[in-house]
C-alpha cells in the first residue's frame, strides 16, 4: 500500500520551489503538483518515519541520525563526508543493518524489529535502491534487468503487468526502443536510466538513492538527480538519495547532513 | 515459480559467457565420455569377436599368423597365409569327419571386399537374401545389406570390381558383377562384403576365365568389352586367355559354361576354410591331424583365439581405463573449482540479488540450477561419445589383428 502525500506540504512546496529555480524544469512541477493532487488522500500517512537512530560498528565507527518524516512524493537529500554513513543510513533503512537504538517505521512496517523474511520483503517490494555502479547484470538485457526484481522475491509476480510497467518505465526514462540491448553497449548515463527503471518497476514506497550521480559526468549528474526526482514523486514514492555533490542537493526538498549532531 | 526463474538465469548467465560454458562442458563431458566409451567399445568389440568366432568351430588355413587367419577367414579384414588348396579341403573333409566351407578373399568392388565362398556358407549361417536371390553363375554376386545401403545398390544392379587390391600387387582384372540379391542383415561381418561363388572369385584373381564364343562374333557393347578386362599384356594372365569383346554379358548360362580353370581344380587356391567337425570326438581327432612339426597347414580353434586376444584386450583396457577414470575425476574437480571461480567472480551480482531481497537459498538455487544445466550438457556430451564409441568396434578387432 502506497499512501501518496498532500501537495500542499512544506516539504514538497520546498521541492517545487526547488524545481521552479531551474526554467527548464518549470514543466516537471506542473506535473508533479497535478498527480500530487489526483491522488492525494485526505489524510496524509508518512511512509518514513524514524525516530533518532544509533547505529555502532565493532569497529568504533558510530552514526547518529536524527528522526526523518517523509510522505510520498517528499524527497530528502543526505549529505556528509566519504565514510560519515550515508551509505549505512541506507542499508539501515532498507533494512538490510539493524540500528542499536531507534526505530524505523517504512509504510506501517517497523523494519527496525521486524524479521529478516520480512526485512527482504521490504527490500525487494517496499524500497527500490539505486546504486552509485549502477549495479545490473551484465548478462541479462536491458528490459530483463528492470525486471530482475521479479525474479528475486516470491511476493513479486512477473506477469504482463510487470513486464508493461517495465515498458513504461523505460520510455519514460528515455530508453524506449532500447528494451533488448545488452547492458554493455550502454552508456553510464543510459545504465543509470536502466537502474533507475529497476528501482521503481515494483512501485516500491520508498526509493534509496546511494550516491546515484556518482559514476557520471558533470552534464549528466544534474539530468539523473533530476529524473530519479520526476519518477519517484510522478510514482508517489518518498526519495532518499546520498550524494556529496552540492551541486545537486538544492533539487530536494529536504537536507540531512550525516555528522552534523556530533 | 523459481524454478522457472532460476532457469533462466542460469540459462542466461551461461549463454552471457558462451564460451566458457561451452569449454566447460565439452572438457568435462569428453573426460567423462571415454572411460564410458572405453568400457562400451570393449564390450561391443568383445560380443562382435566371440560372436563371430563362434561361426566356426575350426579353422583350416596355411601355417603362420593365427591372427591374420582368424581375421581373414571371419572378418574378411585381414589377408590369411598362402599355401591353402582346393586339395587340402580333403584332409578335414576325409571320413566325412567334418564340413569344409571354403573362403577366398583378395578382391574388392567398389572398396567393398568381395568374398569368395560356397553356397554353403549361407545355409551354415542361415543368411537369406532379403530381397533377390543367392548367386548361382560365375560374375553374380550377392551383397551385405551395409553394402547395398552405402553403395546404393538393388537386385540387378551391376558393378565392377576394383583393379587394384592391396593383397595382389599384380592386379586383378576387372569383372562384371551382377547383384542377384541382397542379404538380410545380420549385424556381423557379413554386413559388410559382396559375397561370390568361389569360381567367380578365381575369376576375378585371373585364375579363370573364358575365351570368345567362334558362335557369337564380337560385337562393340562397352558393357561386355570390360566383362573381364582392359589390359591382355599382365604377366598374371594365362596365355591362353583371349579378351573377350563379345556382346554377351558374364550372368549368362552360355557365358558362364565357357568359363574354365587350367589344370585341377584342387590345385586353385584358398586363403582359408571354416571347418564344422560332426561331433567333439571329430573335432579332437582333427586338431591332432595337424600337429606335425612339417605341417604345412594350421587347424586353430577361432574361440580360443578369440578368448586370449580379449583377455589381452581386456588387460590393456583395464589399465586404460583406470587412467581415463581418474583423469575424469581430476577433470570434473578442475572443471568444478573453474565454475567455483566464475561464481566468485560474479560475487557482485549475487550481492546485488541478496540486496534487491532474494533469500540465500534464492540465490543458491539459481547457481545450483547453473551448474546443473553445466552438468546436464556436459553429461549430454558424454553420452554421445558413449553412443558413438561401439561404432568404433571393427576398427579396434582391425586394429588388434594388425598388431
New interface residues.
Given amino acids: 500500500m502506497r499512501t501518496h502525500s498532500d501537495a500542499r506540504s512544506s516539504l514538497d512546496d520546498e521541492s517545487c520551489k526547488s524545481y521552479a529555480q531551474s526554467t527548464r524544469h518549470k514543466r516537471y512541477s506542473a506535473r508533479v503538483l497535478g498527480i500530487a493532487q489526483d491522488s492525494s488522500p485526505l489524510v496524509a500517512t508518512p511512509l518514513l518515519v524514524t525516530s533518532e537512530l544509533e547505529f555502532r560498528r565493532a569497529s568504533g565507527f558510530e552514526l547518529r541520525v536524527r528522526p526523518i518524516v517523509l510522505h510520498g512524493g517528499e524527497s530528502l537529500a543526505v549529505r556528509g563526508a566519504s565514510g560519515s554513513g550515508k551509505s549505512t543510513l541506507l542499508s539501515l533503512l ?1 533494512g ?1 543493518l539493524l540500528p542499536q537504538r531507534g526505530s524505523i517505521q517504512a509504510s506501517g512496517v517497523m523494519i527496525s524489529t521486524a524479521t529478516d ?1 520480512a526485512r ?6 517496499g524500497c527500490g ?1 539505486v546504486f552509485q555502479t549502477f ?1 545490473l ?4 538485457d536491458v528490459l ?1 534487468n528492470v525486471l ?2 521479479f ?4 511476493s513479486l ?2 506477469n504482463d503487468a510487470a513486464r508493461a510497467r517495465a515498458l513504461e518505465l523505460l520510455e519514460r526514462v528515455g530508453l524506449r526502443g532500447m528494451e533488448r540491448r545488452s547492458i554493455l553497449t550502454m552508456s553510464h548515463g543510459e545504465r543509470q536510466r536502466v537502474a533507475i527503471a529497476r528501482a521503481l518497476v515494483t512501485k516500491p514506497s520508498l526509493v534509496l538513492a546511494d550516491e546515484p550521480t556518482g559514476s557520471l559526468d558533470t552534464p549528466r549528474k544534474r539530468a539523473i538527480a533530476e529524473l530519479l526526482l520526476r519518477e519517484t514523486q510522478a510514482a508517489g514514492a518518498a526519495l532518499i538519495i546520498a550524494t556529496h555533490d552540492q551541486s545537486i542537493v538544492p533539487l530536494f526538498g529536504s537536507v540531512l547532513t550525516i555528522g552534523e549532531l556530533e | 515459480m523459481i524454478l522457472r526463474h532460476s532457469l533462466f538465469i542460469a540459462r542466461t548467465s551461461l549463454l552471457h559467457a558462451w564460451k566458457r560454458s561451452l569449454l566447460l562442458a565439452f572438457v568435462l563431458g569428453v573426460s567423462l565420455g571415454v572411460p564410458l566409451a572405453l568400457s562400451s567399445l570393449l564390450a561391443r568389440a568383445s560380443l562382435d569377436m566371440t560372436a563371430r568366432a563362434h561361426i566356426a568351430p575350426l579353422l583350416l588355413g596355411a601355417k603362420g599368423s593365427e591372427s591374420d587367419l582368424v581375421f581373414g577367414a571371419l572378418f574378411f579384414a585381414s589377408t590369411p597365409p598362402n599355401g591353402l588348396t582346393m586339395r587340402d579341403l580333403a584332409r578335414v573333409e576325409h571320413d566325412e569327419m567334418a564340413r569344409a566351407i571354403p573362403i577366398m578373399l583378395g578382391a574388392s568392388a567398389r572398396e567393398a571386399v568381395v568374398v569368395g565362398t560356397t553356397l554353403d556358407y549361407f545355409a551354415q549361417r542361415e543368411i537369406t537374401p532379403q530381397r533377390g536371390e543367392m548367386f548361382a553363375l560365375i560374375g553374380e554376386c550377392v551383397v551385405g545389406a551395409n553394402v547395398a545401403q552405402r553403395l546404393a545398390l538393388t537386385d540387378d544392379a551391376r558393378l565392377f570390381t576394383d583393379a587394384h587390391s592391396l593383397s595382389d600387387l599384380a592386379g586383378v582384372l576387372p569383372l562384371e558383377l551382377t547383384v542377384t540379391g541382397i542379404l538380410r542383415e545380420t549385424g556381423s561381418a557379413d554386413d559388410d562384403v559382396i559375397f561370390v561363388d568361389l569360381r567367380t572369385m578365381w575369376s576375378i584373381r585371373g585364375l579363370g576365365h573364358r575365351h570368345a564364343d567362334p558362335a557369337h562374333p564380337s560385337g562393340s557393347s562397352t558393357a561386355a568389352a570390360a566383362v573381364i578386362g582392359q589390359d591382355g599384356a599382365r604377366a598374371i594372365l594365362s596365355e591362353a586367355l583371349v579378351i573377350e569383346r563379345a556382346a554377351t554379358t558374364a550372368a549368362t548360362a552360355t557365358t558362364s559354361a565357357s568359363f574354365h580353370f587350367h589344370g585341377s581344380v584342387d590345385d586353385l587356391p584358398l586363403d582359408a576354410a571354416l571347418v564344422y567337425p560332426r561331433d567333439a570326438k571329430s573335432l579332437a581327432l582333427l586338431l591332432g591331424r595337424f600337429t606335425a612339426k612339417n605341417e604345412p597347414l594350421q587347424l586353430i580353434r577361432p574361440e580360443l583365439f578369440a578368448s586370449r586376444v580379449l583377455d589381452r584386450i581386456f588387460g590393456v583396457a583395464r589399465v586404460l581405463g583406470a587412467v581415463a577414470l581418474g583423469t575424469a575425476l581430476l577433470v570434473a574437480l578442475v572443471v568444478a573449482s573453474a565454475f567455483a571461480l566464475s561464481i566468485r567472480l560474479r560475487a557482485d551480482e549475487l550481492a546485488l540479488m541478496r540486496r534487491l531481497g532474494a533469500s540465500r537459498a534464492r540465490v543458491a538455487t539459481f547457481i545450483a540450477t547453473e551448474a546443473l544445466l553445466l552438468a546436464m550438457l556436459s553429461v549430454a556430451l558424454a553420452l554421445v561419445v558413449w553412443s558413438l564409441a561401439p561404432l568404433a568396434s571393427p576398427l579396434l578387432l582391425r586394429m588388434v589383428s594388425e598388431s
Fill in positions: 532498507c538490510e523474511t527482504r520483503k521490504h527490500r525487494a517490494t535502491q549495479e547484470v551484465d548478462a541479462l530483463d530482475l526484481p525474479r528475486l522475491h516470491a509476480v512477473l
